[in-house]
């Protein structure tokens, strides 16, 4: 699997969590492939922390009307019919206040807690930490879609290592190799990629993962 299909498999699955009429805010990265995949009976309300409510995620480039407006990620952005824009105090007033059904974001770290770090590495240069914060927090579910690992070495840890976004905030991590449901008894894997064993995915993985009774193939 090449890091295009990876990308979408993982977009495919996560999509399948989103339900008819939930709020959702995206992440920049994988999760804005997320809209492509979604089932024509499942129409969800996209929102953008900068000021968006009703995203369209599939602007079009060919349009006539010139595109003055960019997500929160800095990519052009138009509004879907029925959409509106609003100001800043508004958009951080409906995530702060449990408006938004799902978040999904990517992650640099996760550990067994569903503690999360996705905003900085220490010494090097980056554009800020967004809106990820305070989505992590006010959101009713948080999934991170992820790949399982940075260059080979794990992103799930016991214990984040880089300085965290937010704790114990983590329901859902996606990958292209499992899906786990972040429990009080810990990471539980509820899903497998056949493309790996059980204990594939466990050595990807650097903290003990349960198994779950109902553990069963991705699809």
């Excluded at 999760?31 to 009976?41: Q, R, V």
């Excluded at 810990?186 to 993985?205: H, K, R, V, Y």
Aim: a negative charge; glycine letters at 10%.
């Amino acid at each position: 699997m090449d890091k295009n299909e990876l990308k979408k498999f993982v977009a495919a699955r996560t999509a399948k969590e989103l339900k008819d009429g939930d709020v959702v805010n995206l992440g920049i990265g994988l999760p804005t492939m997320i809209p492509a995949f979604l089932s024509a009976d499942v129409h969800v309300t996209f929102q953008s922390e900068n000021g968006i409510v009703g995203t369209d995620p599939k602007p079009d480039p060919t349009s006539l009307e010139p595109i003055y407006v960019t997500d929160a990620g800095g990519r052009p952005a138009m509004v879907a019919c029925g959409g509106s824009y609003i100001d800043s105090a508004a958009s951080f007033g409906l995530i702060r206040g449990g408006h938004v059904d799902a978040t999904i974001l990517g992650a640099l770290e996760v550990d067994r807690e569903g503690n999360l770090a996705n905003w900085i590495i220490p010494g090097k240069m980056v554009p800020g930490m967004g809106g990820a914060m305070d989505l992590v927090v006010g959101a009713k579910t948080v999934i991170v879609a992820m790949e399982h690992t940075a260059k080979g070495q794990p992103k799930i840890f016991d214990r984040c290592r880089l300085p965290l976004t937010a704790v114990q905030c983590v329901n859902l991590i996606i990958t292209e190799m499992a899906v786990i449901r972040i429990t009080p008894e810990g990471p539980s894997l509820e899903e497998f990629n056949p493309e790996f064993s059980l204990e594939d995915i466990q050595a990807a993985t650097a903290t003990k993962l349960l198994i779950s009774n109902s553990v069963r193939p991705m699809v």
